[in-house]
């Protein structure tokens, strides 16, 4: 049975840190929803009512473009090993860019790693568990490289040249605001 909260107990915040990958769920008022798996040391749990997490430069820029529009978000993390359980961050969100003071103030709190393209810091409005009985079991092998080695390959100026061509505009044409 589904249980509600109003914060991130410390409990749920261990399980968060122990967790190898996410899901992160967004949707401006029209056009698609968005729902991508995040992984990699990218998230924090700042406060029992905010977390943040390192946006990596991708094949396309849907969340910004989305919380642009309507700035609802949905966070969800499964347990792969272990006890059963789903945790959903319910909340809304905002963007921030290296040009933003907000950004300056978080990155140190993130590993360094190439291709960082931006830091969305979520407010929760509440905390949902549910069982995951039908969550199978699934062993992590090693995190993949493949990002960071590519981004790192390219270096800053023409990870910055990806993103005015591919990042700039939503697969629905929204702006992302990255430029």
């Known amino acids: 049975m589904a249980k509600f909260f109003t914060e991130i107990s410390p409990e749920l915040k261990s399980f968060i840190e122990n967790q190898k990958v996410f899901f992160v769920a967004t949707a401006a008022n029209e056009g698609r929803i968005n729902l991508s798996p995040k992984g990699l040391d990218t998230f924090r749990v700042v406060d029992e009512k905010t977390i943040a997490w390192l946006n990596l430069t991708g ?3 849907e969340t910004a473009a989305h919380l642009l529009k309507n700035n609802r978000m ?15 961050l319910y909340g809304h969100a905002k963007m921030y860019h290296d040009r933003d003071e907000e950004f300056q103030n978080y990155i140190n709190s993130f590993p360094t790693i190439a291709g960082t393209r931006q830091i969305v810091e979520m407010h929760i409005d509440s905390v949902q568990t549910s069982c995951g009985y039908a969550v199978p079991f699934m062993d992590f092998k090693e995190e993949r490289l493949q990002l960071n080695s590519w981004a790192e390959k390219q270096g800053e100026e023409r990870i910055k040249n990806y993103w005015k ?9 929204l702006e992302t605001g990255i430029i």
Do not use: H, V, W
């Open 59 to 61: 094949s396309g820029n």
């Open 74 to 88: 949905t966070i969800m993390f499964c347990a792969f090993d272990g006890k059963p359980l789903i945790l959903r």
């Open 165 to 173: 061509e591919k990042n700039t505009k939503s697969i629905d044409g």
